[in-house]
C-alpha cells in the first residue's frame, strides 16, 4: 500500500521569505502523481500543484514549485515571496491509475505566515 | 469558479440514529468522492461514484455507510447507525474524469459530531 509521509506538523515563515515543505512516499508503483493541497481555515482544499512521476522536470506555478526526488521518493514544496495569504494547512497527496485514483494523503503541515 | 458545496457545515448526532451527508459537486464532473479526517489524524478515502455505481471503497466503509446521487446534482453520504468514533470531518470531492492526474476539487466539509 501507498504511503504518504510529512514530517513537519507545522512551519512558518517571514512574509517574503522562502519556506519548504517536506513531503515522503512509498511506493512501489512506476506511473503515479503527485500533489499539493492547500486548505485555508474553516475552507475548502484547493489543488496548488501536481507533478507527474514520468516527468523529470519539476512543476512550477507561479510562486510554488516542487523538488520531485524520484529516486529518493521525495516531493517537496517551495513556497517563494511567502504572502500572508499563504497561511494555510497544506497536504502532500498520491495518486495512481493502479490504485483506483483514490488521494492518499498526508499528515499535514500548518503554515504560519508571519508579518 | 464553480465550487463543491457540502451541507450541512457541521452535524450533530446522537449515537446509533441515521445521518445523511449533501454534497452538490461541480456541475460537469463526473466522478464523485468521500473523504473523512478524524481529529489528529490523515485526510482518509472512503469511496468513489461514477455512473451510479460505486467505483471503489476502502476497508473503512462498510455496510454502515452507502452513497446515492438521488437526482442530477446531489451526492449523498448516509451512515445507518453512527458510532462514536464516526465523528470527523467529512470531504466530498469530485473530478471531471477518472484519471490520477484529474484534480479533485473538495467542498468545505461537514463536522460530524456523535454524541
Known amino acids: 500500500a501507498q504511503t504518504v509521509t510529512q514530517s513537519q506538523p507545522e512551519m512558518s515563515v517571514q512574509e517574503a521569505e522562502t519556506v519548504t515543505l517536506s513531503c515522503t512516499y512509498d511506493t512501489s508503483e512506476s506511473d503515479y502523481y503527485l500533489f499539493w493541497y492547500k486548505q485555508p481555515p474553516s475552507r475548502q482544499m484547493i489543488l496548488v500543484i501536481r507533478?507527474?512521476?514520468?516527468?523529470?522536470q519539476n512543476a512550477t506555478e507561479n510562486r510554488f514549485s516542487v523538488n520531485f526526488q524520484k529516486a529518493a521518493k521525495s516531493f517537496s514544496l517551495k513556497i517563494s515571496d511567502s504572502q500572508l495569504g499563504d497561511a494555510a494547512m497544506y497536504f502532500c497527496a498520491y495518486s495512481s491509475q493502479a490504485s483506483g485514483s483514490r488521494l492518499t494523503f498526508g499528515e499535514g503541515t500548518q503554515l504560519t505566515v508571519n508579518p | 469558479e464553480p465550487e463543491v458545496t457540502q451541507t450541512p457545515s457541521h452535524q450533530v448526532t446522537q449515537m446509533g440514529q441515521e445521518v445523511i451527508l449533501r454534497c452538490v459537486p461541480i456541475?460537469?464532473?463526473?466522478?464523485f468522492y468521500w473523504y473523512r479526517q478524524i481529529l489528529g489524524q490523515k485526510v482518509e478515502f472512503l469511496v468513489s461514484?461514477?455512473?451510479?455505481?460505486?467505483?471503489?471503497k476502502s476497508e473503512i466503509f462498510d455496510d454502515q455507510f452507502s452513497v446515492e446521487r438521488p437526482d442530477g446534482s446531489n451526492f449523498t453520504l448516509k451512515i445507518r447507525s453512527t458510532k462514536l468514533e464516526d465523528s470527523a470531518m467529512y470531504f466530498c470531492a469530485s473530478s471531471e474524469g477518472s484519471y490520477s492526474n484529474q484534480p479533485q476539487h473538495f467542498g468545505d466539509g461537514t463536522r460530524l459530531s456523535i454524541l
Open positions: 461514484f461514477y455512473n451510479n455505481e460505486i467505483s471503489e
Open positions: 456541475s460537469n464532473h463526473l466522478y
Open positions: 507533478q507527474e512521476a514520468y516527468k523529470q
